[in-house]
């Protein structure tokens, strides 16, 4: 993806690559395919790309048990996907959904409010930002 210049590709790859070292609980290369591929995006202008992103940061964060962050991520992901008629990901939409129910188990229910009001409110580049601030 690098040699054609399509950060599309790459950033669907590099989401889709991190959410592999999760399941095979290798969090070290997932944070770091995600630094990557987030830093790549922040002016590539790409929405689906950024939003695999920012689900895939989204379930990051719920397996390293930073909740205010996950509900964050997931708000923003779906509040941008509502707003621009992007539709789910129907590839690993399953698998975020598992995530943002895991999440909740384990955060209060007015922290996640509060998270996820917080999310709905950011824009993309905000989101993929914050994302990277965290992750970095």
């Not at 969090?27 to 922040?42: E, P, T």
């Not at 939003?51 to 205010?68: C, D, R």
């Not at 943002?100 to 996820?116: E, H, K, V």
Request: glycine share 8%; with cysteine.
């Amino acid at each position: 993806c690098r040699q054609l210049g399509d950060f599309e590709s790459y950033g669907v790859a590099g989401a889709a690559m991190s959410l592999a070292f999760m399941e095979n609980s290798d969090m070290d290369a997932a944070r770091k395919v995600l630094v990557d591929a987030l830093g790549r995006s922040m002016d590539s202008g790409i929405d689906r790309a950024g939003l695999e992103l920012l689900s895939a940061a989204g379930s990051y964060a719920v397996i390293t048990k930073n909740g205010a962050l996950a509900a964050t991520l997931y708000a923003a992901a779906s509040s941008v996907r509502q707003s621009q008629g992007i539709p789910p990901d129907y590839a690993y939409g399953p698998y975020h959904q598992a995530k943002l129910q895991a999440l909740r188990t384990f955060m209060d229910g007015d922290t996640f409010s509060s998270a996820w009001r917080k999310g709905n409110n950011l824009t993309l580049p905000k989101a993929l930002s914050a994302a990277l601030k965290e992750l970095h």
